[in-house]
C-alpha cells in the first residue's frame, strides 16, 4: 500500500490532536475532585448574574440604538411623549346611560389613583370639551358638572356627537362602545420628576437641550398594565365587556408567555432527554451525567446574559432548549465510546482518553461549526435575532467546555458500575437497518445523490413561492383575549396602531401661519385616502382639530365656523386663549417655539409588509403637502416596518456568513476542498427542502422561522461532522470505502441516530405551546433535523463513496495507537 496516501486521507495533525484530546483525560483523571471543585466554584461565582436577567419585548428594542429609525423615534418621544398607550375598551347597551356613567367615572379615577408611570388617562369623563359662552372660551371636561338627569345627560350625549374629535377614538357610532385611553409616561421614575421633561419642557435654561432621563423600561410597562387589569378586574360587572388592547398590552403579553415558556419548556425538553437516555444507556450515570453538563451549561449561559446588562427580547426563549439539546448530543458522543470501553473492562481513565480521542476532535469542531454558524446572526439589523448571535455561540462553547473538562472528572470521580456484555453476537435491528441505509448508497451513489438533488428542484418550486410576513397579532390564537380585543379596536374604533408625521416649519411660530394651517387640515382629508392592505386610515388627530374647535367655540359655536381663520395674528391669539384656558392639551401637539407639530393616523392592525407602500406614500403626501417643511414619518408603525425589512435582508446576510464560517471548517476536518464543498449537502438539501415545504404550505417566514436555517444547518453539521470524522479515519486504516462506511454507521450510527432523537424531541415540545408562531418553529426544525439525520446515512455515504473512487491507502493509526501515543 502507498503510504502517501495514507498521509493524504489522515493528516498528522489529526492524529496529533486526537493523542493530545486523550492525554487531557489522563490530566483529568488524575485529579478530578479539584476539577469538579473548580468548575463548581466558576458557576457560583457567576450565579449573580441570575438577578439581573430581564425580558423586554417592546419593538422599539428590535432595532439598534443608532439606526436612523430609532433615533427619529426616540426625538419623537423626548418632544412628544409615547404614541401607543392601553386602550381599554368597553361595550354596554348605552354608553350614556347613567349607571354606565357612574361606573365610568369610578374606574377611571381608580385608573388615576393606582396606575403607576402614568401620563394620563383619557375617557369621556374628561374629554377636552371647547365651547365658547360670548367672548369667553371654555376649554373643560366634557362631564366636569356631573350629569344627575336625563336632560343632563342627554346634552352630554349632543355634545358627544358634535365633536369629531370624540367619533371613533372615544366613543362608536352606535354609542355602545367606548374607550379608555391609559397613557404611560416615556420615562422611568428613577430619574425624578425634575429630569422627566417634555412637551413645553424640552429645553433647559436658555435654551440648553434638557437633562438626560432613562425611557421607562418594560418593568415599569408591565407593572402599569397589571394595575390597569387588576382594576379592571375588582370593578367587573356582567353588563360591561371589556377589552384591553395597545402595543403595552401585547409587550406584557408576549414577556409574560416567554417566562412561562422557558419554565415549560425547558422542563419538557429535559423530560424528552431524559427518556431518551435512559432508552439508549440503561444506566442510572447515563441519565445523570448528561443532565448535569444540560443544567450546568443553561444556568451559566443564563448567568452571563444576566452580567451583560441586555434585556432579552423574544427569540432568547428559544435558547435553553437549543443548548438543552446541543449539550445532550455532545454528552452522548463521549459516553457511547466511554462505556463501550469500559464494559469492556478499561479503567474509568482509559475509557475517557478513549472516548476524547475518538469523538474529541469530532465534538469541538462540531462545537465550532454550530457556534460560527450561530455567531452569523449578529449580521442580522435587528436585536432580538443578534440577541441569540450573541448568547447562543457563548451558550454552546460552555457546553463544549463542560463535556470536554467536567464530564471526563465525573467518569473517572464515581464510582461506575461495569455492565455485563451482550450475550448475543450481531448488531441490533437499528444498526442492521443502518447498515442497509450505507450499503445502497455506496452501491449505487450517482443515483442516490441524483435523487437528492431532484428533491431539492422540486423543493425550490415552493420556495419560490415563499414570502415574508411579520405578524406578532397572528401568533395568539383566534380566539385568545388579546387578539380579540385588537379586532374590537379595528371594527369599533379608530383602529390599534398609529402611525406619526413630525413636521418642522424650521421658524418659530411658523405653526402660526394660515396656509400651513390650511395644507394641515388638507393633510387630514388626504391621509385617508392612501389605500392600505388591510384596511385604510380610521381616525386623524392633529393641532388643526385644535384650532378649528377654537374658532368654532369662539364663533357663537356655529358649525360652519368649524374651520381654519384665515389670519395669522388671529390663529396666534387663538392658540394662546386656548394654553391660557388651562387645558394642557396643546403639549401633545406643538413644541414650545410652535415651530414643530405632529399628525397621528389611526389604523386598523396589520402585518408589517402592509404598511410598506403606505408609509411610503404617507412620506410622499407629507413633502408634496408641506414644501419646505422637514418631514419625518415615525411610530411604532414605521419601526416595526423598517425592523422588519431589517430582519429580510439581515437573515440573507446571515445565512451567506454561516456558510462562509462552516465550509472552510468542514474543509479543514476532512482535508480536501471537494471533500469539504460535498460535504455541505447532507446539510443544506434538509432546509432547502422545509423551506420548500414552507412555501408550498403558504406558511410566510417571519422572525421565528427565518431562524429555522440558521439554527438547523448548525445542528445539523454537528451528525455530518461525526460521520466524516469517523468515515475518513477508518478509510484511511482499511483502504476500502464499504468497510469504512459500514465501520462507521456501527460505531457511530446509534449515535447519530440517538442526538437526531434528542433534538427533534428537545424542539418538538414547542408544539405544544399556545403560540403559533414557537409551534411552527419547533416542528419545523424538528423536520429539518430528521431530515439531515437521513441525508447523513443516505447522502453522505453516497457522497464519500464518489469522493474516494480511484484512491488506495494504507492503514493509518488506529484508536489503540492514539490511546497509546496518549498514555
Not at 541 to 565: G, K
Not at 698 to 705: A, E, K, N, R
Not at 711 to 716: P, V
Request: proline residues 5%; negative net charge; charged residues 20%.
Amino acid at each position: 500500500m502507498s503510504t502517501p496516501a495514507s498521509s493524504r486521507q489522515r493528516p498528522p495533525l489529526r492524529r496529533r490532536i486526537e493523542a493530545g484530546l486523550g492525554r487531557w483525560a489522563l490530566w483529568v483523571a488524575r485529579r478530578p475532585h479539584a476539577v469538579i471543585a473548580a468548575v463548581l466554584l466558576l458557576t457560583g461565582l457567576l450565579l449573580p448574574g441570575l438577578g439581573g436577567l430581564e425580558i423586554d419585548t417592546h419593538p422599539e428594542r428590535f432595532l439598534q440604538p443608532d439606526h436612523p429609525s430609532r433615533v427619529s423615534y426616540t426625538a419623537f418621544k423626548r418632544q412628544f411623549g409615547l404614541d401607543d398607550g392601553i386602550v381599554v375598551l368597553l361595550h354596554t347597551r348605552d354608553v350614556f346611560d347613567a349607571d354606565f356613567l357612574a361606573w365610568l367615572r369610578d374606574v377611571h379615577e381608580a385608573l388615576e389613583d393606582r396606575v403607576p408611570h402614568l401620563d394620563e388617562v383619557t375617557s369621556l369623563v374628561n374629554a377636552r370639551s371647547t365651547r365658547g359662552e360670548g367672548d369667553v372660551l371654555l376649554v373643560e371636561d366634557l362631564m366636569e358638572d356631573w350629569p344627575a338627569t336625563p336632560r343632563e345627560i342627554a346634552a352630554i350625549r349632543e355634545r358627544a356627537h358634535a365633536s369629531p374629535t370624540y367619533r371613533d377614538l372615544l366613543l362608536s357610532s352606535d354609542d355602545r362602545y367606548t374607550s379608555i385611553n391609559v397613557l404611560l409616561t416615556a420615562w422611568t421614575t428613577s430619574v425624578g420628576d425634575d429630569a422627566a421633561l417634555g412637551g413645553f419642557d424640552e429645553a433647559g435654561p436658555g435654551g440648553a437641550p434638557a437633562p438626560e432621563a432613562g425611557f421607562a423600561s418594560g418593568r415599569d410597562t408591565t407593572e402599569a398594565v397589571l394595575a390597569v387589569q387588576a382594576v379592571l378586574d375588582e370593578r367587573a360587572r356582567p353588563d360591561v365587556e371589556v377589552f384591553m388592547a395597545g402595543n403595552p398590552v401585547m409587550n406584557v403579553r408576549l414577556s409574560k408567555d416567554m417566562g412561562e415558556n422557558l419554565t415549560v419548556f425547558v422542563s419538557l425538553s429535559l423530560v424528552a432527554v431524559v427518556i431518551v437516555l435512559a432508552l439508549l444507556f440503561r444506566r442510572a450515570s447515563g441519565v445523570l451525567l448528561p443532565v448535569s453538563i444540560i443544567v450546568l451549561t443553561v444556568l451559566i449561559t443564563f448567568c452571563v446574559a444576566g452580567l451583560s446588562g441586555r434585556p432579552l427580547n423574544v427569540t432568547v426563549q428559544i435558547l435553553p432548549t437549543f443548548l438543552l439539546a446541543v449539550s445532550a448530543s455532545a454528552a452522548i458522543h463521549v459516553l457511547v465510546i466511554f462505556y463501550q470501553r469500559f464494559d469492556a473492562g478499561a479503567p474509568a481513565s482509559e475509557a475517557t482518553a478513549a472516548a476524547l480521542g475518538h469523538s474529541g476532535l469530532a465534538i469541538i469542531m462540531a462545537g465550532l461549526t454550530t457556534a460560527g454558524g450561530l455567531m452569523s446572526f449578529n449580521a442580522a439589523g435587528i436585536e432580538p435575532v443578534r440577541d441569540l448571535g450573541r448568547f447562543a455561540p457563548v451558550g454552546i462553547l460552555i457546553g463544549l467546555l463542560l463535556c470536554l473538562v467536567l464530564l471526563p472528572a465525573l467518569l473517572c470521580a464515581l464510582p461506575l458500575r461495569r455492565r455485563p456484555p451482550r450475550t448475543h453476537a450481531g448488531p441490533g435491528q437499528i444498526s442492521r437497518w443502518l447498515l442497509r441505509a450505507g450499503d445502497f448508497a455506496v452501491s449505487h451513489p450517482v443515483g442516490v445523490v441524483a435523487a437528492t438533488l431532484a428533491i431539492c428542484a422540486l423543493a425550490g418550486l415552493g420556495v419560490a413561492q415563499l414570502q415574508y410576513q411579520h405578524d406578532p397579532m397572528s401568533w395568539f390564537p383566534e380566539d385568545d383575549p388579546m387578539r380579540v380585543s385588537t379586532r374590537v379596536a379595528d371594527e369599533h374604533m379608530g383602529g390599534a396602531t398609529s402611525v406619526e408625521v413630525v413636521i418642522d416649519t424650521g421658524r418659530d411660530n411658523g405653526l402660526h401661519e394660515p396656509a400651513f394651517m390650511r395644507a394641515l387640515a388638507g393633510f387630514h382629508e388626504s391621509v385617508p385616502t392612501i389605500p392600505i392592505d388591510e384596511g385604510g386610515v380610521r381616525k386623524t388627530l392633529s393641532l388643526a382639530d385644535i384650532l378649528r374647535e377654537i374658532h368654532q367655540a369662539l364663533n357663537e359655536n356655529r358649525r360652519e365656523f368649524y374651520t381654519i381663520p384665515d389670519d395669522r395674528q388671529l390663529i396666534a391669539q387663538e392658540l394662546l386663549l386656548f394654553e391660557n384656558s388651562g387645558s394642557d392639551d396643546m403639549e401633545d401637539f406643538v413644541d414650545s417655539r410652535f415651530s414643530k407639530t405632529r399628525f397621528t393616523a389611526r389604523m386598523r392592525w396589520a402585518p408589517g409588509t402592509a404598511y410598506e407602500a403606505f408609509l411610503f406614500e404617507i412620506q410622499s403626501l407629507a413633502d408634496a403637502t408641506f414644501p419646505g417643511a422637514r418631514v419625518e414619518v415615525t411610530g411604532l408603525t414605521p419601526l416595526i416596518v423598517t425592523a422588519v425589512e431589517e430582519v429580510r435582508w439581515g437573515m440573507i446576510r446571515s445565512y451567506v456568513l454561516a456558510l462562509l464560517i462552516i465550509t472552510p471548517l468542514m474543509m479543514i476536518l476532512i482535508g480536501t476542498l471537494r471533500g469539504g464543498l460535498a460535504s455541505m449537502l447532507p446539510n443544506l438539501a434538509p432546509i432547502f427542502c422545509v423551506m420548500g415545504f414552507m412555501g408550498l404550505l403558504g406558511i410566510p417566514l417571519d422572525i421565528f422561522t427565518m431562524l429555522i436555517g440558521s439554527i438547523a444547518i448548525g445542528l445539523a453539521v454537528d451528525d455530518t461532522i461525526h460521520f466524516m470524522h469517523v468515515f475518513y479515519r477508518r478509510f484511511g486504516e482499511t483502504g476500502d470505502t464499504r468497510t469504512a462506511v459500514r465501520d462507521t454507521l456501527a460505531t457511530t450510527g446509534n449515535a447519530l441516530l440517538t442526538t437526531s432523537i434528542v433534538l427533534s424531541s428537545g424542539f418538538m415540545v414547542f408544539a405544544f405551546a399556545s403560540m403559533q408562531n414557537l409551534v411552527l418553529l419547533g416542528v419545523l426544525t424538528s423536520m429539518a433535523i430528521i431530515l439531515a439525520f437521513l441525508a447523513d446515512v443516505i447522502v453522505a455515504p453516497a457522497l464519500v463513496t464518489l469522493a474516494t473512487r480511484g484512491k488506495s491507502v494504507a492503514p493509518a493509526t488506529g484508536e489503540e495507537e492514539v490511546l497509546h501515543e496518549a498514555s
